[in-house]
């Protein structure tokens, strides 16, 4: 038994004895470890790490639901927790949309977990820094390098208890020339997976291409998104599109059943191995189809919002989702035939995965990145944000040109839609998100029709 376990299983102990046989209580342990080495000015300036473990109570009592959570994981500390959230409840109005304890559940077979992650020194990040500086070749570097590990015990008054845990790595990197930017980034379970050198030679390599830059007229372009881009694609889609709740207050897109995208399109949510097994509900996490073939098969629930729907959850409850809605954290789009991991290269502005989709468009644009993207309406997904880390024009299957950085106002799953795209790259690539835990992986991919709203000069 693992102690975040023992620690669960100690409150619904107490839970128990101080608010009797009557209430229901669910209590997730979670210890969490991350350490992160930054640098800029190819050189690195900070190497921190944080280790906290959290225990988070949720009790329903007497028809009211209060929370509450604690670092403090002594005798005097979980008691407390239990004493004021106890109190709370009985403060609280009454929860008429209490979705009831996941009752005991097996948990799925998780992916391998990696020791070595885990277990990660700052020297073994900072050789990653080192090669990935060497490899840019002179040229101006930033970014990080990160590892983190994360395990948790859970149990609830229903009998239910789960534990388990995950490592990540992640690393992000820009290279600069005369103002224009390249960046590299890539995420695994394994930190022996990142390889600084090919990550510095491909962000150089693009900041390279992106000098002299020219300006091109507001329009629709066919266009072809790298992975770094179509992360951005993935996280939107899944924050307000495939959200449980969204869904449930008809605030989504979301139609199951329907052909809402290309025939190409499939999209995965892939937690195990990446997270942990469970989520703040118990309910065991599994891979989950959100589109098959283009048809929309599901979207994301914890018990709340399936109640809503009458559907069952899908393993997706967190700290934020009865708020915000419960959210898919590791989107897969899988990739055209003979999808693997990609190696980067450095020939040029065009990463393996969006070289032989370059070659096949006549003319339209490469776009690298997409960032400071906001949603202008949720329930047809329209997001306008910006081009960043290079663009260039591409003509007869060449790229002839740099060009400056363009605003765009598109709706992603118009941009998705059926007969929409031309292609995708045949590598898939696990990329971060900003937080620990969070990645995407995808392919780039060819779309027919993007639209650009303005360009650099506004």
């Known amino acids: 038994m693992s102690a975040e376990l023992d620690i669960a299983?100690?409150?619904?102990?107490?839970?128990?004895?101080?608010?009797?046989?009557?209430?229901?209580?669910e209590v997730l342990a979670g210890h969490s470890a991350e350490a992160l080495t930054r640098f800029a000015n190819s050189a690195i300036h900070q190497n921190v790490a944080d280790a906290t473990t959290t225990v988070r109570l949720r009790l329903h009592l007497d028809g009211r639901t209060a929370s509450g959570s604690t670092t403090v994981?002594?005798?005097?500390?979980?008691?407390?927790?239990?004493?004021?959230?106890?109190?709370?409840?009985?403060?609280?109005?009454?929860?008429?949309?209490?979705?009831?304890?996941?009752?005991?559940?097996?948990?799925?077979?998780?992916?391998?977990?990696?020791?070595?992650?885990?277990?990660?020194?700052?020297?073994?990040?900072?050789?990653?820094?080192?090669?990935?500086?060497r490899a840019a070749g002179g040229l101006e570097t930033a970014g990080f390098c990160r590892t983190s590990y994360s395990s948790g015990g859970f149990a609830n008054t229903a009998g239910h208890s789960a534990e388990g845990r995950a490592a990540e790595a992640a690393m992000d990197g820009i290279a600069r020339l005369d103002g224009a930017d390249g960046v590299s980034r890539r995420a695994s379970g394994r930190l022996a997976d990142l390889d600084g050198a090919a990550l510095g030679v491909r962000a150089a390599a693009k900041a390279r291409a992106g000098g002299r830059p020219i300006e091109l007229p507001p329009g629709?372009?066919?266009v072809v998104l790298e992975p770094t881009a179509v992360a951005d694609i993935l996280d939107?889609?899944?924050?307000?599109?495939?959200?449980?709740?969204?869904?449930?207050?008809?605030?989504?897109?979301?139609?199951?059943?329907?052909?809402?995208?290309?025939?190409?399109?499939?999209?995965?949510?892939?937690p195990l191995g990446a997270t942990l097994p469970f989520d703040l509900e118990g309910t065991p996490r599994d891979a989950l189809p959100l589109v098959r073939a283009g048809t929309t098969t599901a979207v994301t629930h914890d018990r709340t919002s399936a109640a809503e729907v009458g559907a069952a959850s899908t393993g997706h409850a967190s700290t934020i989702s009865r708020s915000w809605g419960p959210l898919a954290s590791n989107l897969h789009l899988a990739g055209g035939p003979g999808a693997d991991a990609a190696a980067e290269s450095g020939d040029g502005p065009t990463?393996?995965?969006?070289?032989?989709?370059?070659?096949?468009m006549r003319r339209g644009l490469l776009i690298t990145d997409f960032w400071y993207t906001r949603v202008l309406d949720q329930k047809s997904l329209v997001i306008t944000g910006l081009t960043r880390n290079g663009v260039w024009l591409v003509e007869d299957g060449e790229v002839?040109?740099?060009?400056?950085?363009?605003?765009?106002?598109?709706?992603?799953?118009?941009?998705?839609?059926?007969?929409?795209?031309?292609?995708?790259?045949?590598?898939?690539?696990s990329l971060p998100d900003r937080w620990s835990g969070v990645r995407y992986t995808a392919p780039a991919l060819?779309?027919?029709?993007?639209?650009?709203?303005g360009n650099a000069s506004g």
């Open 9 to 25: 299983g100690r409150v619904v102990g107490l839970v128990r004895g101080l608010a009797g046989a009557g209430a229901e209580a």
């Open 73 to 133: 994981t002594d005798a005097d500390g979980l008691r407390s927790l239990v004493e004021r959230t106890v109190a709370a409840s009985r403060l609280s109005p009454p929860d008429a949309a209490w979705p009831g304890l996941t009752p005991p559940s097996p948990l799925r077979p998780a992916g391998g977990f990696d020791e070595a992650t885990a277990a990660a020194t700052p020297q073994e990040r900072a050789e990653r820094v080192r090669d990935f500086v």
């Open 220 to 222: 629709r372009y066919e």
């Open 236 to 270: 939107n889609l899944a924050t307000f599109g495939f959200n449980g709740k969204a869904f449930a207050q008809h605030q989504s897109f979301a139609e199951l059943g329907a052909q809402q995208f290309d025939d190409a399109i499939t999209i995965v949510d892939e």
């Open 351 to 360: 990463a393996a995965s969006a070289r032989a989709l370059v070659a096949r």
């Open 400 to 429: 002839t040109a740099a060009v400056g950085n363009m605003r765009f106002t598109q709706s992603y799953p118009q941009a998705l839609g059926p007969g929409t795209v031309l292609g995708l790259g045949s590598e898939a690539i």
């Open 446 to 453: 060819h779309l027919k029709s993007w639209n650009i709203t």
